[in-house]
């Protein structure tokens, strides 16, 4: 509604346009939250942080965010978490210490908790071993 607002759009006209699309099911922020989670998570990798966080800037509710976070699987979040790892640093030597500061802030960037960064960091050292 801010968005129509700000276009400069009537209360009057936006009410009659949400309640309709309401009546409809087209409007549905559980919903969406719970597509968008699902979409960004899988295809662009994202941690929870940084889904919370633009869930958050679109408006969502924060019932609506945390419902849809639930649903999120940390192993399969781990997964992603290493998966992106290993696309970052490459062949780099994980051992130096730059190498593993540059992919935890990369991971951090992506929306993962350092927990998670933690245990790809250990996961990725004890690999090269």
């Known amino acids: 509604m801010r968005r129509l607002r700000r276009a400069g759009y ?5 009410k009659t346009v949400v309640d309709a699309l309401a009546g409809a099911d ?11 989670v ?8 994202l941690g929870r942080v940084r889904l919370e966080a633009e869930l958050r800037r679109k408006g ?10 639930a649903g999120l699987d940390s192993e399969a ?5 290493l998966e992106l790892a ?4 490459g062949s780099a030597d994980i051992s130096d210490p730059a190498v593993r500061r540059r992919l935890a802030g990369y991971l951090q ?4 908790a350092w927990e998670t960064i933690k245990q790809v960091l250990c996961d990725m050292a004890e690999k090269e071993r």
């Open 10 to 14: 009537e209360d009057g006209t936006i």
């Open 26 to 36: 087209l409007l549905d922020d559980m919903a969406f939250a719970r597509e968008w």
């Open 38 to 45: 699902e979409s960004r998570s899988r295809s662009r990798k």
């Open 60 to 69: 969502v509710e924060s019932d609506a965010i945390a419902e849809a976070l």
């Open 77 to 81: 979040q781990a997964g992603r978490a």
């Open 86 to 89: 290993r696309g970052f640093i």
């Open 109 to 112: 960037r992506r929306g993962h």
